[in-house]
Structure formats: C-alpha cells, structure tokens
C-alpha cells in the first residue's frame, strides 16, 4: 500500500517550507506506525527536496519552471489508481477534477477557503473562520478547524509558566525568504543584553554566516542554531516564544509556551490578529514597518506581564488539543483501507 504526496518547499516566498513539514508528519505517521509507504511529487527547490530526502522518502521531481498543465498531466500519471495527497495553492477546479479521476481518492490540505474544489476529501486546519469556509460541493467531505491540526510525533512536555522571562526564541519559518528574522535583530537589539535570545533558523534559511555576521555588528549576543529536529522540546524549554504565524505558531499554542505572532506572508496577518484576540498570542504585527522602540515595547510588556502569559498559555492549550494527527490518519485510512 502506498500514498503519494504532491507538495512544494524551499526558500521561495509564499512557498516556503511549512506544507513540506506538514506532509512529512503525515507521512511518518503512515510508515512507521501503519507501514504504509509514502511517495513525494515535487518541483526541485533544494532545500525541500534535501528535507525529503533526508526523512528516507521516495522523491520524483518536476522542473521548477513546470506550467500547471505539465503539472497536472505528471503527477496524473504518478498516481493513477493510488491515493494522493496534495498540499499546494496552484491547483483550481479543472485540475482538481482531473486528478480526482486518475486516483483512487484524492485529498487535499486547504488553509484557505472560499473556493469551490471537489476532491474526496479536504482537511483545513485553519484556526480563522473566515479561512475555512467553502462553497459545499456534494460527494466531497470537509474537515475544517483546529482539530486537525497535526503536532509532532513526539510526545513534548507541556509548558508551565514561570514568574520571570529569561530565555527567548525567535523562530520564523524553515525558510523566511524575506528575512524577516533579520529584521527582528535590527529592531530587538537594544533589548539584546535583557533577555537569552536564541535564533531558530530552518533547514531552508542559506545566509546563517551573513546572519552570525550581523548579530556580531549589532553585538547582539544570542544563540544561533539550525535544523533542529525537535522543535517542539526546545519551545517546552523557553519562556517566550517569537514565531511566524504557519504550522510552528499552533505547535507552540499546543505545547503553552507564550508567543508573539510576527506574520511573515498575507494570509498569515489574518491569523495573527485571530490569535490576538483570541488572547492566545501578541500579535507584534509587520515588523519591517514598526520602530525598533514599538517592537521592544511590545517584547518587554508581555514579558513582564505574569497574569497575562499565564492566560494566553491557558487558551493555546486550549485551541489545539494535540490529536489532530491521529484525526487526519484515520481519515486517510478510511479511503484507502
């Protein structure tokens, strides 16, 4: 038995890496706990490719500069009879039916809605309403909502907060190909001495000597590290947690850490501003476009703010339950069992 899996990550803006992390949970889940083997469709960005690669799954590529008709026309002949699982954004209607007849169950990954689409299956884990909602196509199933949202496989201890912030990650994205991480050690510098920083850099960020180099200029002293393996632990470790508003944002609500949203692609705004008023996380908003002072403010105000961190934390743990990944794998097992 065997699932394809056609979805695209590198360090290309509004591409990035978050729907290769997302389908490389599914596809662990399948071989290891279920020993069903999993098949990548991908164009060849390098940095996605090296992360399948190196999670020992089978890749076939297609040419970075494939039309959506090439695209289409492929991955058809990929997975004729077999099941697919998509999570890219280029796929419309037409293309949707075409692969729907080729497979023997299509799915898609959407964090989007409104739209029409008619696979057999969509799974939108978006926490924004207004993200999930489609017009309702008959024979096609909708699960919509944070319930299925997949958290890490492993088992990652629950936060407790504790009265005094003194480690801070800053982690935005497996890619951030707009170098918004950057442009947060410009802004954050002038509290660089009060707090432990510790840069989170993804396996798809390519400038790590630039970035040491700027961080030296700035003498801002912080840790750097890169392509961790378990992110989820080490935000179990930390106090507070700056993130973009993907896939890492909802890891950390799970696991209670407090968290400031920096948004680093459009659709991420919208999330960033539920979560806020939600009370989940400060949104700290666009960066690039605040002053250094505003962003240190905002830093520095929810640090020391003890009542409030405690109650953001409460309500992450609340919004993502963590069982998510088991919703998700029944779901596919019962279209391809």
């Given at each position: 038995?065997?699932?394809?899996?056609?979805?695209?990550?590198?360090?290309?803006?509004?591409?990035?890496?978050?729907?290769?992390?997302?389908?490389?949970?599914?596809?662990?889940?399948?071989?290891?706990?279920?020993?069903?083997?999993?098949?990548?469709?991908?164009?060849?960005?390098?940095?996605?490719?090296?992360?399948?690669?190196?999670?020992?799954?089978?890749?076939?590529?297609?040419?970075?500069?494939?039309?959506?008709?090439?695209?289409?026309?492929?991955?058809?002949?990929?997975?004729?009879?077999?099941?697919?699982?998509?999570?890219?954004?280029?796929?419309?209607?037409?293309?949707?039916?075409?692969?729907?007849?080729?497979?023997?169950?299509?799915?898609?990954?959407?964090?989007?809605?409104?739209?029409?689409?008619?696979?057999?299956?969509?799974?939108?884990?978006?926490?924004?309403?207004?993200?999930?909602?489609?017009?309702?196509?008959?024979?096609?199933?909708?699960?919509?909502?944070?319930?299925?949202?997949?958290?890490?496989?492993?088992?990652?201890?629950?936060?407790?907060?504790?009265?005094?912030?003194?480690?801070?990650?800053?982690?935005?994205?497996?890619?951030?190909?707009?170098?918004?991480?950057?442009?947060?050690?410009?802004?954050?510098?002038?509290?660089?001495?009060?707090?432990?920083?510790?840069?989170?850099?993804?396996?798809?960020?390519?400038?790590?000597?630039?970035?040491?180099?700027?961080?030296?200029?700035?003498?801002?002293?912080?840790?750097?590290?890169?392509?961790?393996?378990?992110?989820?632990?080490?935000?179990?470790?930390?106090?507070?947690?700056?993130?973009?508003?993907?896939?890492?944002?909802?890891?950390?609500?799970?696991?209670?850490?407090?968290?400031?949203?920096?948004?680093t692609i459009e659709y991420e705004i919208e999330t960033a501003k539920y979560l806020e008023n939600q009370e989940v996380f400060i949104n700290l908003g666009d960066i690039k476009k605040l002053s250094s002072t505003a962003v240190c403010s905002k830093i520095i105000s929810f640090a020391e703010n003890l009542p409030k961190r405690k109650k953001y934390s409460?309500?992450?743990?609340?919004?993502?339950?963590?069982?998510?990944?088991?919703?998700?794998?029944?779901?596919?097992?019962?279209?391809?069992?």
């Amino acid at each position: 038995m065997k699932v394809f899996f056609r979805v695209d990550g590198g360090d290309i803006y509004s591409v990035a890496m978050g729907h290769i992390y997302r389908c490389l949970k599914v596809a662990r889940l399948l071989r290891d706990k279920l020993k069903i083997e999993s098949t990548f469709i991908a164009k060849n960005y390098e940095e996605g490719v090296s992360k399948i690669k190196e999670e020992q799954f089978e890749t076939l590529l297609l040419d970075n500069d494939c039309g959506l008709d090439d695209d289409v026309q492929l991955t058809s002949q990929y997975v004729s009879g077999k099941c697919l699982i998509t999570d890219v954004r280029h796929y419309k209607e037409n293309d949707v039916i075409m692969l729907k007849e080729m497979c023997e169950c299509l799915i898609m990954f959407d964090d989007h809605g409104k739209s029409a689409i008619s696979p057999n299956v969509v799974i939108n884990p978006s926490i924004v309403p207004e993200q999930r909602e489609y017009d309702i196509v008959d024979n096609t199933e909708y699960y919509l909502g944070p319930d299925y949202f997949l958290t890490g496989t492993n088992v990652v201890p629950r936060y407790d907060i504790i009265e005094n912030v003194n480690n801070i990650a800053i982690s935005l994205g497996g890619a951030d190909p707009a170098r918004y991480t950057e442009v947060f050690v410009r802004k954050a510098s002038p509290i660089s001495s009060k707090y432990n920083f510790t840069f989170i850099l993804g396996p798809a960020y390519n400038d790590i000597k630039s970035f040491k180099a700027l961080l030296s200029s700035l003498d801002f002293k912080a840790k750097v590290l890169q392509n961790i393996p378990d992110l989820p632990a080490l935000f179990s470790e930390m106090d507070l947690v700056v993130t973009a508003g993907g896939e890492t944002c909802l890891e950390l609500a799970y696991i209670g850490t407090p968290g400031l949203v920096v948004p680093t692609i459009e659709y991420e705004i919208e999330t960033a501003k539920y979560l806020e008023n939600q009370e989940v996380f400060i949104n700290l908003g666009d960066i690039k476009k605040l002053s250094s002072t505003a962003v240190c403010s905002k830093i520095i105000s929810f640090a020391e703010n003890l009542p409030k961190r405690k109650k953001y934390s409460e309500n992450g743990k609340a919004l993502i339950d963590g069982n998510g990944a088991k919703r998700v794998t029944n779901i596919i097992l019962a279209k391809i069992s």
